[in-house]
């Protein structure tokens, strides 16, 4: 078992290389990625079942991104595993790189879908799901999406299909961090009352501090041992979280460090 602050310094890795890979690239998203590492941390550390030398497992657990921009915190996870080398995440959205800067589902193992085009993950999760459900398997497909992103239709197409095949397998964790592309979610299109809208659609959920190990674990823990219905964790995240300068400004959704910015950030971040 790792313990909580084994997956703390591997939350920090996630963003100290997150944010190198991003300026090295000269393009991507900070603010969610860095919000999101946390959760990326407990997911490979702890919460989800797989073996990183057998992406092709028939019995291992699944995570779709669907807020495919964020996919550095990923790729950066996915090296905290040892499941790709830390010297090709700087390799990030060169040209023949298997690290695009949205997820390419055929590139990479550990990638389930194609994502970028947000809100089509959570559709194409639970058609996973029900797959599985229908063999009889006990495997859980994790999403993750974001606030902004469910301002997408599909999303709440999704939600209902879940509901309707009561895939309790399935297990979405939605990035709380209240900023989108250009401005604060609630301005842009309000959300709130964003757990009675889940619930309306017949999902479990649940509210979580995004950024507390051993909330996100037992969050999940939970969502697994309901086996009726779907389950939401909305975890409340600070974008650009570890930042001092970055943390709470939607101005840092797509905005690359220069190198000055990149040194105080990796300063705070030990
Ligand atoms: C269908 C679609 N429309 C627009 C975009 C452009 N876009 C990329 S990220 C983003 C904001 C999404 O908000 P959120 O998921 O909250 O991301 P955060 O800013 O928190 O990282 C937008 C509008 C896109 N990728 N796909
Ligand atoms: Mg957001």
């Not at 495997?139 to 993750?144: Q, T």
């Not at 979405?172 to 989108?180: D, S, Y």
């Not at 649940?206 to 309901?226: F, L, P, Q, T, V």
């Amino acid at each position: 078992m790792t313990t909580i602050s084994q997956i703390e310094k591997h939350a920090l890795n996630i963003r100290r290389n997150l944010l190198k890979m991003i300026h090295i690239a000269g393009s991507g998203h900070p603010a969610g990625a860095l919000g999101a590492a946390d959760i990326m941390a407990a997911l490979y550390l702890e919460i989800m079942n797989y073996n990183p030398k057998k992406p092709h497992d028939e019995n291992r657990d699944i995570l779709a991104l669907s807020n495919g921009h964020i996919v550095p915190a990923q790729y950066a996870a996915l090296a905290e595993i040892g499941a790709i080398a830390v010297s090709e995440l700087w390799t990030l959205r060169q040209l023949g790189s298997r690290l695009q800067g949205h997820p390419v589902r055929t590139l990479l193992p550990f990638m389930e879908i194609t994502s970028g085009p947000l809100g089509s993950g959570l559709s194409e999760a639970a058609g996973m799901a029900l797959g599985i459900k229908m063999n009889g398997a006990r495997r859980f497909v994790y999403v993750i999406v974001g606030d902004g992103e469910l301002d997408e239709g599909n999303i709440w197409e999704g939600a209902m299909f879940t509901n309707k095949y009561a895939l309790s397998n399935l297990i979405v964790f939605v990035m709380r961090n209240n900023i989108q592309l250009d401005g604060d979610t609630e301005d842009i299109m309000p959300l709130e009352p964003l757990s009675d809208k889940w619930r309306s659609f017949g999902w479990d959920v649940s509210e979580i501090d995004g950024h507390n190990i051993k909330s996100i674990i037992e969050a999940a823990e939970r969502a697994r041992a309901i086996d009726n219905q779907p389950s939401v964790i909305i975890a409340h995240t600070i974008p650009g979280k570890g930042v001092s300068f970055m943390e709470g400004d939607y101005r840092w959704h797509g905005k690359t460090p220069d190198a000055q910015e990149l040194k105080k950030a990796l300063e705070e971040l030990k």
